[in-house]
């Protein structure tokens, strides 16, 4: 009986226990924000972003902004004649719902030019790509096989 008990709490304790955190959000440039003089190719480099995460773009409003651009207004940092985002309150929050390259730049003349412009790849999250995400779910699996074991464990003490 007390294994039997053991084995439900195992169970239950690797069912409950939350795998891994299903949408991230990512603060553009992290501590440098939004800004001049950052380089936001490099920010973007190794990062994997599906679709469900969130762009949060924060930066001084009086003198910044993001607009969506397609990919040649990116290349040659052409400001599009509306704001395809909505409002700029200097913490643009922005979610990814589909896959394929993002582009985004600051409208503020010079400043695209001037380095701020992000271009990122959207990834499909249901099929994420196979190395990190295999690493993470075993990660994930040994920690709750590990609180499992703990679990069951202690109610095999508490049971004697
Ligand atoms: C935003 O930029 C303006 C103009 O440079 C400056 O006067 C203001 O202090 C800045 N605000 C913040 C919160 O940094
Ligand atoms: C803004 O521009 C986008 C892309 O050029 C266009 O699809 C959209 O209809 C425009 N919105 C308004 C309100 O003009
Ligand atoms: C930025 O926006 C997010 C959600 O859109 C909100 O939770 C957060 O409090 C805001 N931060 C600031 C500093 O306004
Ligand atoms: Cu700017």
């Not at 709490?9 to 990512?26: E, R």
């Not at 400001?79 to 993002?102: E, H, M």
Request: proline share 3%; hydrophobic share 45%; glycine share 8%.
């Amino acid at each position: 009986m007390a294994i039997h008990r053991s084995l439900v709490i195992f169970a239950i304790v690797a069912l409950k226990t939350p795998a891994i955190s299903l949408a991230t959000d990512f603060v553009v440039g992290d501590d440098d924000r939004w800004k001049l003089g950052i380089k936001y190719e490099d920010w973007a480099k190794g990062k994997q972003f599906f679709v469900g995460d969130t762009l949060v773009f924060k930066y001084n409003a009086t003198v910044h902004n993001v607009y969506k651009v397609k990919g040649d207004n990116f290349k040659s940092c052409t400001v599009p004649s509306n704001n395809s985002l909505g409002s700029f309150t200097g913490n643009d929050t922005i979610k990814l719902a589909t896959t394929g390259n993002k582009w985004y730049i600051c409208g503020v003349n010079g400043h695209c030019d001037g380095g701020m412009k992000l271009k990122i790849t959207v990834l499909d999250g249901t099929a994420p790509a196979p190395a990190p995400s295999a690493a993470s779910t075993l990660l994930a699996t040994n920690f709750q096989i590990f609180l499992g074991m703990i679990f069951t464990i202690t109610s095999i003490v508490i049971v004697y």
